[in-house]
Structures are given as structure tokens and as C-alpha cells.
């Protein structure tokens, strides 16, 4: 009779997310997933081909957790590229590594960043049209120097060298989102 399965491929990407969260993606090894699973590494290979097949999991789930946190956060500013700024931000601020994977990492899995911005919900592209609707005559471009600013303070995060809280910095990008426009 075989084996019942007891590991699935839900339990290996939730062992996978919370290594990562602690160590980062460089700690995720198969002998490391296998002792966070409470498995050998045996369950791992019989879910996926190969440990690329998992990272590819991995950045997935992590890209909807993303897209999850920018679909909720609440912030009642309306000028352009604001909300995207702040939710990116707060979201380098509170998951450092997950953020390191997928912003800092060479590989993404085949998503661009502009995929990853705008997640299922178009967030990126419905910032862009807020600010065609508002008045820019260039809201890509206007993107383009904004986003300078939010990655850099979102970088600035991993380090701990970032120390505005968010309305400061909601009062930092409205400010900025002035002179770039």
C-alpha cells in the first residue's frame, strides 16, 4: 500500500515563507525547508522537480502577499503615486526579506516590476490614470521621479536608516510629487 502524504506542497511554502521572513532567500536550502517542515527532504522532492520549482512557488505566494498588502492599505491621500508610495514603504518596513526577493533579487520569475506594481488589482496603473485625470501631461514620467524616491526610502528601510514614520512621509511625497510634476 503507498504512503499517505502527509507533507503537501501548502505545508512546504508555508515553512518556505516563514524561513525566508527570519534568514532570507539564501537560507532557503532543502535540508533548512526540510528541518522547518518537520520532514525529511525526501516529501520536498516528490512535491517539486527540483528546488527552482519551489523558489518559483515561493516568489508567487510572496508577489500575492504584496499585492494583498496594497489592496488594503488605507491612506486617504489623492495625489498621484501617494498610496503607492506609502503602501511600498510600509511594506519594505515590515517584511524586509520578502521585499529583498521580490525588488532586489535577479530573478523574478518572469513578472517585470511594473507586473509586480500592479498586481491583480492594477495599482500602479490606477495611480498612473489618477494622475493623467488630475492633469499631468506626463504621469509616466512623473512615475519615473517618484519612484526614484519610493524605492530609495523603501531601501533605505532594509537598512534601518529610514526612520520617518508615515506621515512624514506621506507629507514627503505629496512634496516631492510638487516639484516632479
Not at 500500500?1 to 512546504?12: D, F, H, K, V, W
Not at 508567487?60 to 506609502?86: I, R, T
Amino acid at each position: 500500500m503507498p504512503r499517505t502524504i502527509t507533507i503537501t506542497r501548502e505545508n512546504l511554502i508555508d515553512a518556505a515563507v516563514s524561513l525566508l521572513k527570519r534568514e532570507g532567500m539564501n537560507a532557503l536550502t532543502a535540508r533548512k525547508l526540510a528541518k522547518e517542515a518537520g520532514c525529511s527532504t525526501q516529501p520536498i522532492f516528490r512535491a517539486y522537480q527540483n528546488m527552482d520549482e519551489l523558489y518559483a512557488d515561493v516568489f508567487g505566494v510572496c508577489a500575492g502577499m504584496f499585492n494583498d498588502h496594497c489592496a488594503s492599505f488605507q491612506s486617504n491621500s489623492n495625489v498621484p503615486f501617494v498610496n503607492l508610495g506609502l503602501a511600498y514603504i510600509s511594506f519594505a518596513q515590515n517584511n524586509k526579506e520578502i521585499f529583498r526577493l521580490l525588488f532586489l533579487s535577479d530573478n523574478r520569475y518572469g513578472r517585470s516590476l511594473v507586473e509586480l506594481l500592479n498586481g491583480e488589482t492594477g495599482f500602479l496603473k490606477e495611480q498612473i490614470s489618477s494622475a493623467k485625470a488630475q492633469g499631468s501631461s506626463d504621469p509616466q514620467g512623473l512615475f519615473m521621479k517618484m519612484w526614484m524616491l519610493i524605492h530609495g526610502s523603501a531601501c533605505m528601510c532594509l537598512t534601518d536608516d529610514y526612520d520617518l514614520d508615515m506621515e512624514s512621509t506621506r507629507r514627503l511625497l505629496e512634496d516631492a510629487e510638487k516639484v516632479f510634476a
